[in-house]
């Protein structure tokens, strides 16, 4: 799979009642039917809702560990060709949560030792996107497709929320459906 410089979120805009969660729900099965389906292979995930985070809960943390989630079921399910990407996958996964640390992981060290350990947003976003690549080569498709629903509702993570989709999920692998109000 080779990236491509693009950002596919989808926007999906209503008042209370209109529909939008049923849209996220049923956009799998209208893929499906679709006849470019075939050329351009998708993986649905079950939507996240951040109306369901707990306060620490830290949304790229809850992306990755619903990614992680979704790989797991391929592994139970496992076909020994999976085998091959174990490796691959845990070793990404390692590099991804090493980047994620705390400023506290920092305080400790000085100098050349703090630049060498401290990981820049670059890196974090670099580090993630090898990690969704990897998901999607065991998931056997281009791209996930990644619900977020009533991110209107979550009005004290709606910031966080939509500053992961901007940052973490523009990832070519990666296609955000979000569901809220203007």
Known sequence: ?????????????GGRGAGKTVFLKN???????????????????PAIDPTLLIDHDNFTNVVVAHLYNEV???FNKSCKQLDIFKTDF???L?????????ESDYEDRMGIDRI???RSGIQVERFFH??????????????IVIPIDDVD???GRAYEVLDVVRRMLGCPFIIPLISGDE
């Open 1 to 13: 799979l080779q990236p491509l410089a693009m950002h596919d979120a989808i926007f999906i805009s």
């Open 27 to 45: 956009a799998q099965k209208v893929w499906g039917k679709a006849v470019e389906s075939k050329d351009i292979p998708l993986y649905f995930t």
């Open 72 to 74: 797991e079921k391929a």
């Open 90 to 92: 845990y070793s990404k």
């Open 94 to 102: 390692k590099q991804l949560a090493d980047s994620l640390g705390q």
């Open 116 to 118: 060498l350990k401290y």
């Open 130 to 143: 090898n990690y969704v690549e990897v998901c999607a080569k065991i998931l056997d498709s281009t791209a």
């Open 153 to 155: 509702m979550a009005l």
